[in-house]
């Protein structure tokens, strides 16, 4: 019988499960979004394939970075000190304006 890893930490409804789900939410709607930009490449021309492109890449940011968050809320949790994930909000939130200018750019040259 093939043996389960062990826990990071004693209980799995802590804080570090529920930010690896919104985590995951998140990265879902980046690339949810990202598709829905390409159904507007026939009126916006390729700006929309930029924005698609940078919803990808967040997307993927995120998946790519799910792990080691999970590790390093669960090891703070067992130390009883939780710090913020402050680059990948910043990240997240950079992502968005800079899709908000793009989006901007694609509607006034279109």
């Known amino acids: 019988m093939p043996s389960t890893p062990a826990a990071l930490h004693g ?11 919104s985590w995951g939410r998140t990265m879902l709607l980046f690339a949810l979004i ?3 930009f390409l159904r507007w490449m026939p009126h916006y021309g390729l700006w929309t394939l930029l924005l ?5 890449g967040v997307a993927a940011g995120i998946y790519l970075t799910q792990r080691l968050r999970y590790r390093r809320q669960s090891r703070g949790v067992q130390q009883e ?21 793009l989006g901007l750019f ?3 040259w279109a």
């Open 11 to 21: 209980d799995p409804g802590l804080q570090p499960e529920r930010t690896v789900l």
């Open 34 to 36: 990202g598709a829905v």
């Open 52 to 56: 698609t492109l940078v919803c990808a």
């Open 81 to 101: 000190k939780v710090e913020a994930d402050v680059v990948a909000v910043l990240s997240t939130t950079g992502a968005v304006v800079a899709l908000g200018v």
């Open 106 to 108: 694609a509607v006034l």
